[in-house]
């Protein structure tokens, strides 16, 4: 069992930036601005959960200013998605999406479970034997 980084594969990552500029507008920026300078701190199971988070985000911000991504990572087995600006929907939108990560695989995408004691992580059975936490 090999523990890998949990850095969101590079090419899901380009996907997420070219669909959501605005957003993402800070992804390389100086890391004394941002902490998306360093990527996606997430497997990428949770793709989907963060692509349909930004959707929601575009629309319910409409000619609104739209918040731009500070740091996007795992924190205690679920999704941190952090922004500067939005108003309630989009807070409300993010805390649906993170608890969404709490029930999906960080890893694959499929039903999970929160695992782990002092290190946690989401995941389903078939990539919690294949983790070491």
């Avoid at 969101?8 to 920026?29: G, S, T, V, W």
């Amino acid at each position: 069992m090999i523990r890998k980084g949990r850095i969101m594969n590079i090419k899901l990552d380009e996907r997420l930036c070219e669909k959501y500029p605005q957003i993402f507008a800070d992804r390389h920026a100086d890391m004394r601005k941002t902490a998306m300078c360093w990527g996606f701190d997430c497997d990428d199971g949770w793709f989907d959960i963060i692509d349909e988070l930004c959707e929601e985000i575009m629309q319910v911000c409409g000619d609104e200013r739209v918040p731009v991504a500070t740091q996007v990572k795992e924190k205690f087995g679920r999704l941190c998605f952090y922004i500067y600006g939005g108003n309630d929907a989009v807070h409300k939108a993010i805390s649906k999406a993170e608890k969404k990560s709490s029930v999906t695989c960080e890893k694959c995408s499929k039903e999970g479970t929160l695992r782990g004691t002092s290190w946690v992580k989401t995941l389903c059975d078939k990539d919690t034997k294949s983790y070491e936490f």
